[in-house]
């Protein structure tokens, strides 16, 4: 038996049977590669589901994970730890908020929002301000707050009941969102840009709008950026692209480069809804993941790497655009920076099977939108390896002027 088969097996006589996994081991990263048990390379376009912003094995990280793992993992928060406060400071700094909650998850952070929203919802309007908005499509989660903002039946179905109070309306539909709301609104919460949705943005004036209403029925406005946040869209947060500042931003999976942590950053005013003992966790804001939190959101800067986003993400675009321009079977490119999809007309699963095989990992979702999360160190000569993988599957399709040859 491979050491894949071995590692398979183990898994399929043990585990929930949750996971649809690719048939591929890994067993170490350097950068934008990864490494299966038999030495085989792969270049990296899905980095940990956009969590491995910074590659793998980055060497400050490896270091500071090393030196604070020495020193102190976890004390819980019954103590101060050196790096929470920190965090959170620079967290406020580049968001322009003003305080933090820190959790272990995306959908820990979601749950959290909603918790807060509906404490401050309450506060203002009663009982009866609770209702929440969200999107059709949206993914916000698996705990059954953040399911139950979630707008897709594929991830409800079976859970029911969830929460009540949810009204979802579809993306940058301007008419539905103003129906939606009213005095017992207590929050809006969205994606910018849906990630497991799909790559699909909001709308400048649909979030301008979305800014307004929440300001008129005095409900919070909730970004999720647990996907598009923290720099894939080539600005550290998304909502800074979009020019629409929201009262929470939920982020979580690249800023501790691995280690897991979530965070939700508000705004003052509602900061003060909440008091001690209504919130908390035992692991979340823990010094190793701060610690590591901070030396992220260092790299980031010093390395340059938000330019990098935007130039070779442009890179990207126009690449993935000449792909349709070409190939029938491919339709629309979605998305910006390091958050991008290539619409198909067909399944993308065999084209992250045949990925696998030249040694790229794609990743597919909502069955035919190929995303691309890479990390955030990504340049064109990678670009330009993935399109030639990608051209030889669509290769395989009749290409649009045979189409129009044929139709005349
Ligand atoms: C991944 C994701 C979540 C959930 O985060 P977890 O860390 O998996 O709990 C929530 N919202 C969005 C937009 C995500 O991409």
Same mark, same amino acid.
């Given at each position: 038996?491979?050491?894949?088969?071995?590692?398979?097996?183990?898994?399929?006589?043990?585990?929930?049977?949750?996971?649809?996994?690719?048939?591929?081991?890994?067993?170490?990263?350097?950068?934008?590669?990864?490494?299966?048990?038999?030495?085989?390379?792969?270049?990296?376009?899905?980095?940990?589901?956009? %969590?491995?912003? @910074?590659?793998?094995?980055?060497?400050?990280? #490896?270091?500071?994970?090393?030196?604070?793992?020495?020193?102190?993992? /976890?004390?819980? +928060?019954?103590?101060?730890?050196?790096?929470?406060?920190? &965090?959170?400071?620079? &967290?406020?700094?580049?968001?322009?908020?003003?305080?933090?909650?820190?959790?272990?998850?995306?959908?820990?952070?979601?749950?959290?929002?909603?918790?807060?929203?509906?404490? =401050?919802?309450?506060?203002?309007?009663?009982?009866?301000?609770? $209702?929440? %908005?969200?999107?059709?499509?949206?993914? /916000?989660?698996?705990?059954?707050?953040?399911?139950?903002?979630?707008?897709?039946?594929?991830?409800? $179905?079976?859970?029911?009941?969830?929460?009540?109070? #949810?009204?979802?309306?579809?993306?940058?539909?301007?008419?539905?969102?103003?129906?939606?709301?009213? !005095?017992?609104?207590?929050?809006?919460?969205?994606?910018?840009?849906?990630?497991?949705?799909?790559?699909?943005? *909001?709308?400048?004036?649909?979030?301008?709008?979305?800014?307004?209403?929440?300001?008129?029925?005095?409900?919070?406005?909730?970004?999720?950026?647990?996907? *598009?946040?923290?720099?894939?869209?080539?600005?550290?947060?998304?909502?800074?692209?979009?020019?629409?500042?929201?009262?929470?931003?939920?982020? =979580?999976?690249?800023?501790?480069?691995?280690?897991?942590?979530? =965070?939700?950053?508000?705004?003052?005013?509602?900061?003060?809804?909440?008091?001690?003992?209504?919130?908390?966790?035992?692991?979340?804001?823990?010094?190793?993941?701060?610690?590591?939190?901070?030396?992220?959101?260092?790299?980031?800067?010093?390395?340059?790497?938000?330019?990098?986003?935007?130039?070779?993400?442009?890179? &990207?675009?126009?690449? &993935?655009?000449?792909? %349709?321009?070409?190939?029938?079977? =491919?339709?629309?490119?979605?998305?910006?920076?390091?958050?991008?999809?290539? #619409?198909?007309?067909?399944?993308?699963?065999?084209?992250?099977?045949?990925?696998?095989?030249?040694?790229?990992?794609? +990743?597919?979702?909502?069955?035919?939108?190929?995303?691309? @999360?890479?990390?955030?160190?990504? !340049?064109?000569?990678?670009?330009?390896?993935?399109?030639? %993988?990608?051209?030889?599957?669509?290769?395989?399709?009749?290409?649009?002027?045979?189409?129009?040859?044929?139709?005349?």
């Amino acid at each position: 038996m491979s050491r894949l088969e071995q590692i398979a097996e183990l898994e399929q006589r043990y585990l929930l049977p949750t996971y649809n996994r690719y048939p591929v081991a890994l067993e170490k990263g350097k950068g934008v590669y990864l490494y299966d048990f038999d030495g085989k390379k792969y270049l990296d376009f899905v980095a940990g589901l956009g %969590v491995n912003a @910074l590659g793998h094995a980055h060497p400050r990280i #490896v270091k500071t994970i090393r030196e604070q793992a020495a020193k102190l993992i /976890h004390i819980s +928060n019954l103590y101060y730890n050196e790096y929470q406060g920190q &965090l959170a400071e620079r &967290l406020c700094q580049l968001s322009g908020l003003q305080r933090a909650f820190f959790s272990n998850s995306g959908t820990e952070a979601i749950e959290g929002s909603i918790k807060l929203a509906r404490l =401050a919802g309450h506060r203002i309007g009663g009982a009866a301000k609770s $209702k929440l %908005v969200g999107l059709d499509g949206s993914y /916000h989660g698996r705990t059954f707050g953040a399911l139950s903002l979630t707008g897709q039946e594929k991830h409800r $179905k079976g859970f029911e009941p969830l929460l009540e109070d #949810v009204t979802f309306v579809p993306q940058n539909d301007i008419a539905a969102l103003r129906e939606a709301i009213n !005095e017992n609104t207590c929050a809006i919460v969205l994606e910018p840009i849906f990630g497991e949705g799909g790559i699909l943005e *909001c709308s400048p004036e649909f979030l301008r709008e979305c800014r307004l209403l929440a300001d008129q029925h005095k409900a919070a406005l909730v970004f999720d950026e647990i996907q *598009c946040g923290l720099g894939r869209t080539g600005t550290l947060f998304a909502f800074q692209a979009f020019g629409v500042t929201p009262d929470i931003v939920a982020i =979580a999976k690249p800023i501790a480069a691995g280690v897991p942590l979530g =965070a939700f950053i508000v705004r003052e005013q509602l900061a003060n809804a909440i008091s001690p003992g209504q919130h908390g966790t035992t692991f979340g804001g823990g010094p190793l993941a701060c610690r590591v939190g901070l030396e992220y959101l260092a790299i980031v800067e010093e390395e340059k790497l938000l330019e990098n986003v935007a130039r070779v993400g442009q890179y &990207l675009s126009q690449q &993935l655009r000449l792909l %349709v321009d070409k190939y029938a079977s =491919a339709q629309a490119v979605r998305g910006r920076g390091f958050i991008q999809g290539l #619409v198909l007309e067909i399944p993308a699963r065999p084209f992250v099977e045949q990925g696998l095989a030249e040694g790229v990992l794609f +990743n597919v979702t909502q069955d035919t939108v190929l995303r691309f @999360l890479p990390p955030f160190m990504l !340049e064109e000569k990678h670009v330009d390896k993935a399109i030639r %993988v990608l051209k030889k599957l669509l290769g395989k399709k009749r290409k649009k002027e045979e189409i129009a040859v044929s139709a005349a």
